[in-house]
């Protein structure tokens, strides 16, 4: 099946720092999405992608899709406490048959020193 | 209606015992989705429905698993004879036909597992 290589698997850093993060596929998708997860609750989506090459910001986030379609990259600049968390990319396909579904990567958890 | 909404929030059971979650979409979406999450993963894709037709389940879901959307609106998810290896944190998600298009999937707080 479909998998998600989304590296680092983890990241501590100072506040104040810039983070980047990617995800890589060996399928081709038509969608990257990012996610935050924070403790005990579920996925809130970030930054949806859609075309290919596309480079989206939400804030201090950015995030971009790659050329090839197999790989998406997030940025977050000028880290701040509350951006902790655990961050999943997700790539979205749809199949000849069936449901259109979310495969996700395995995240990123981000530490921040304050 | 403020989002997805997923009950009960932590269900501590013993092996063997049956558990059912319950899942309320966000209001007018006619997509809804059961993802699992297991310490350390991300989540992966259960079974889906439109309206109330189950239109796919994952290889993941065994024959002790059952999902019912009966009147399209809210979904439950029954496990029996639970297993510690079912021990995960249960996820909703639901959609709008025209979100569906864009794969915007919002997500409920989820439903923590844990058997004995």
């Known amino acids: 099946g479909q998998q998600l290589n989304q590296s680092p698997q983890s990241m501590f850093i100072q506040e104040g720092e810039d983070v980047s993060m990617n995800c890589t596929s060996s399928s081709i998708f038509n969608t990257w999405l990012w996610y935050k997860q924070e403790p005990g609750e579920g996925p809130v989506l970030l930054i949806a992608?859609?075309?290919?090459?596309e480079l989206t910001s939400n804030g201090r986030l950015t995030a971009q899709f790659g050329i090839t379609r197999k790989d998406s990259f997030l940025n977050i600049s000028a880290s701040i406490p509350s951006d902790v968390g655990i961050y999943f990319c997700a790539g979205r396909y749809i199949p000849i048959q069936g449901a259109q579904k979310l495969v996700f990567g395995q995240g990123t958890r981000l530490t921040i020193n304050p | 209606d403020t989002g997805v909404s997923q009950d009960p929030r932590h269900k501590i059971t013993k092996r063997g015992q049956n558990v059912t979650f319950r899942c309320d979409p966000i209001s007018e979406h006619n997509r809804l989705y059961w993802y699992r999450q297991t310490l350390g993963q991300g989540p992966e894709f259960l079974t889906y429905f439109q309206n109330e037709a189950q239109l796919e389940k994952s290889r993941l879901l065994s024959d002790r698993f059952s999902a019912e959307r009966p009147k399209g609106s809210f979904s439950t998810l029954e496990i029996q004879r639970t297993e510690q290896g079912d021990s995960a944190m249960y996820l909703c998600a639901s959609s709008s036909l025209v979100a569906g298009n864009t794969g915007e999937l919002f997500f409920g707080e989820g439903s923590r597992l844990t058997v004995l």
């Open positions: 992608l859609y075309k290919a090459g």
